[in-house]
């Protein structure tokens, strides 16, 4: 074996490390990394709890029970018909992903199920920057103690 053919071959053999994490500028924040609702049944009940409508879209909210999966944040999204065509029913949701990726990991509370429905016109339309400013609204009236509990 030649010189250079051992060198590459002890390059495989060592263990790579670690990839860097992107520079997505959310690393320093809370380690909250959502899961995807992906049953219809998550969704109904998230239709069924606390809702904030935005311009830009709907944000469903729902606290699950304790014996449901706790500690960790959910998150769905949906788009009608109403929106208008594949392409754009799946760039609104693109849209809400992106959204969702900046947004909740820092604001969003374990143990909560979220749902964000895009809005016809508005979800594509709207500056990504109120899109943003749209979601820690809802989310903080979501959350807030201001509604009424006995």
Same mark, same amino acid.
């Given at each position: 074996?030649?010189?250079?053919? &051992?060198?590459?071959?002890?390059?495989?053999?060592?263990?790579? !490390?670690?990839?860097?994490?992107?520079?997505?500028?959310?690393?320093?924040?809370?380690?909250?990394?959502?899961?995807? $609702?992906?049953?219809?049944?998550?969704?109904?009940?998230?239709?069924?709890?606390?809702?904030?409508?935005?311009?830009?879209?709907?944000?469903?909210?729902?606290?699950?029970? &304790?014996?449901?999966? &706790?500690?960790?944040?959910?998150?769905?999204?949906?788009?009608?018909?109403?929106?208008?065509?594949?392409?754009?029913?799946?760039?609104?949701?693109?849209?809400?992903?992106?959204?969702?990726? &900046?947004?909740?990991?820092?604001?969003?509370?374990? !143990?909560?199920?979220?749902?964000?429905?895009?809005?016809? !016109?508005?979800?594509?339309?709207?500056?990504?920057?109120?899109?943003?400013?749209? $979601?820690?609204?809802?989310?903080?009236?979501?959350?807030?103690?201001?509604? !009424?509990?006995?």
């Amino acid at each position: 074996m030649t010189c250079a053919a &051992e060198v590459a071959a002890a390059d495989r053999n060592v263990p790579q !490390g670690q990839p860097d994490r992107a520079a997505s500028g959310i690393s320093g924040g809370n380690p909250v990394k959502p899961e995807i $609702l992906r049953k219809r049944a998550d969704f109904l009940r998230a239709a069924q709890a606390r809702r904030q409508g935005m311009p830009g879209f709907l944000l469903q909210a729902r606290r699950r029970a &304790e014996g449901e999966a &706790e500690g960790i944040v959910r998150i769905g999204y949906t788009c009608s018909k109403k929106i208008g065509n594949a392409v754009a029913r799946n760039r609104a949701k693109r849209r809400l992903r992106a959204l969702a990726h &900046e947004i909740l990991p820092l604001q969003a509370r374990p !143990g909560w199920d979220y749902v964000l429905v895009g809005r016809p !016109g508005a979800t594509i339309e709207r500056d990504f920057a109120e899109l943003k400013r749209d $979601l820690e609204q809802a989310l903080s009236r979501v959350h807030g103690e201001s509604r !009424g509990r006995a």
